[in-house]
């Protein structure tokens, strides 16, 4: 469900417009009201679960450099369903932190997860945190001086952060749930 969070800013999409789009009656949403009226939950599930599984599908291939075939829109489209659907069953109700950013985004990435996901002040200044270790790891890898680089990188780990070094030079970071 962190497609959107991911990758939407790579797509151009707006957070603000997103949240005030309508539901697109769609053949996914149209399935999951029939299931839900019916009281079928397994039937609805299985309508959340296929939109999941077709955003990690185009979501392995951008992750991986690959250029997805999928219209933005559609993605788009797909994601914010599959976020909506989610919702009414009560699955999420807020960003968990293990949200993933690229290391290059800007505060507006932040502002997004802020209002779409309900990211508390004290996370948004944790996030802010973690990106700017990440900045001096890779400012430290390009001075060659990796023994500061693997310094960093295990403090992150030891504060259950992950690394993911990307080919273009980008990190991306994920946060392990102690949950």
């Known amino acids: 469900m962190l497609f ?3 990758h939407g800013s790579q797509f151009g999409w707006d957070f603000d417009k997103i ?3 309508p539901l697109e009656d769609s053949e ?4 999951f009201r029939a299931a839900m009226d019916d009281f079928n939950t397994l039937n609805a599930l299985a309508v959340v679960f296929e939109l999941a599984k077709e955003l990690l599908r185009d ?3 951008i992750v991986h450099g690959g ?3 999928t219209p933005s829109e559609v993605l788009q489209q797909k994601w914010q369903t599959l976020v ?3 919702k009414k069953l009560g699955f999420i109700n ?3 932190m293990s949200a993933t950013l690229y290391g290059d985004q800007s505060k507006a990435s932040l502002k997004e997860l802020k209002v779409i996901g309900g990211l508390t002040d004290e996370e948004i200044e944790e ?3 973690i990106e700017g270790l990440i900045q001096q790891r890779l400012d430290a890898r390009k001075a060659k001086n990796f023994a500061e680089g693997d310094r960093i990188r295990n403090e992150l780990k030891d504060q259950g952060v992950t690394l993911i070094d990307q080919k273009d030079g980008t990190t991306i970071w994920h946060r392990i749930d102690k949950d």
């Open 28 to 31: 996914a949403v149209q399935q």
């Open 59 to 61: 979501r392995n291939i």
């Open 94 to 96: 807020r960003v968990p």
């Open 127 to 129: 996030i802010e945190k």
């Open 67 to 69: 250029k997805t075939e």
């Open 19 to 21: 949240q005030e789009l």
């Open 84 to 86: 909506r659907l989610a």
């Open 4 to 6: 959107g969070y991911e």
